[in-house]
């Protein structure tokens, strides 16, 4: 059996010096070293053997098993290392190639706007209304009648109004002002609110304007606010968006819910107030829309117009881009044009 032993260990030893992979390694460690292996069936037979045999032949199988295991371990050191080294330099990749261009998005010029606009309220002290309490799509009596649009007022009209066929008196928003109502229902002042989003109005398109474009609306209604408040805020926004060399002027105006009321022009970027296209030869851009909240409107929500007051304010985002940027027609901003979008 010692003579069987070294003949099989032999066999083995021969069988590793043809290997050529792990793969052989694997076939050699299931033929002699496996359970039905060869090396484990003469261990099975030891019970046979005289105790002075089994004790020598045993001892010689251990040995055997050893070694060869260690010539395995060897060998597939060996193959892992030159099999890796093969793979790695098939799959070398060369670094100072350059690299792909993967064009990324950004984010949209009017986006970016509106998320600087918000900042700048945000930092004076103002919070932004939940979406729900700004919806794209309003009724009547939020759009106009809590705002003191008369029923007769042109606005209504379907000449400069969407109005849909989800129900009766169904618009597409034509401005933000609804939202200081929603923002201003059920809770008691101090309030102060903007509300950015999507407006809709039946216009002619031309380089100024768009039937769908952005806005802003802000509110504050608080005990002892005046138009210097109002003054103050949208100074202070100005300058800060702007800076302060850009020039600006405040007009007497009228709008439904608010009294008084003002126009905030800011000196046209493109012609420097000399007279342009973009400014329709007068040299102001209007940028903003704002007045003292009507004492009806505030009534209209449970709020005492005699202990409260505040004042409202709504902006185009669009018009506030072109100042901002140089734009000269307003298109530019829904025309999707790579070449355009791209300068942002």
């Not at 968006?241 to 009321?261: K, L, M, Q």
Request: contains cysteine; charged residues 30%; hydrophobic residues 35%.
């Amino acid at each position: 059996m010692k003579e069987q032993l070294e003949k099989i260990y032999a066999a083995a030893s021969a069988d590793l010096e043809k290997a050529s992979s792990i793969n052989d390694l694997e076939e050699i460690r299931a033929k002699y070293l496996s359970r039905k292996g060869e090396f484990n069936e003469i261990k099975k037979n030891l019970k046979n053997l005289s105790n002075e045999d089994k004790r020598i032949v045993g001892s010689l199988a251990n040995e055997i098993t050893k070694k060869l295991e260690s010539a395995l371990k060897d060998k597939h050191d060996e193959f892992y290392k030159k099999e890796l080294n093969e793979k790695l330099q098939k799959e070398r990749i060369d670094i100072t190639l350059p690299g792909k261009y993967i064009p990324q998005g950004k984010v949209h010029p009017l986006t970016s706007t509106t998320n600087e606009i918000v900042a700048i309220f945000q930092s004076l002290g103002f919070s932004v209304v939940p979406s729900e309490q700004s919806p794209e799509v309003e009724t009547e009596y939020y759009n106009f009648d809590m705002l003191n649009v008369p029923k007769d007022h042109p606005a209504r009209d379907v000449q400069d109004t969407f109005y849909t066929e989800i129900a009766k008196n169904v618009v597409l928003r034509s401005q933000t002002s609804g939202a200081q109502i929603h923002a201003m229902e059920g809770k008691n002042p101090p309030i102060r609110v903007v509300a950015p989003g999507r407006v809709y109005r039946n216009e002619n398109i031309n380089a100024r304007k768009n039937n769908f474009f952005h806005q802003i609306e802000g509110l504050y209604v608080d005990k002892n606010i005046t138009f210097g408040d109002l003054k103050g805020v949208l100074n202070e926004f100005i300058r800060i968006y702007f800076g302060s060399s850009r020039p600006t002027r405040f007009r007497n105006s009228f709008f439904p819910f608010t009294e008084p009321s003002a126009e905030i022009d800011v000196q046209c970027i493109m012609c420097e107030g000399k007279g342009c296209r973009t400014c329709s030869g007068t040299g102001w851009l209007e940028i903003l829309g704002a007045g003292m909240v009507d004492p009806n409107v505030l009534k209209g929500v449970g709020i005492d117009p005699d202990v409260y007051s505040g004042f409202a304010f709504g902006m185009g985002v669009e018009r506030l881009a072109m100042l901002k940027y140089a734009v000269d027609d307003i298109r530019l901003f829904f025309n999707n044009d790579e070449k355009f979008l791209k300068q942002f």
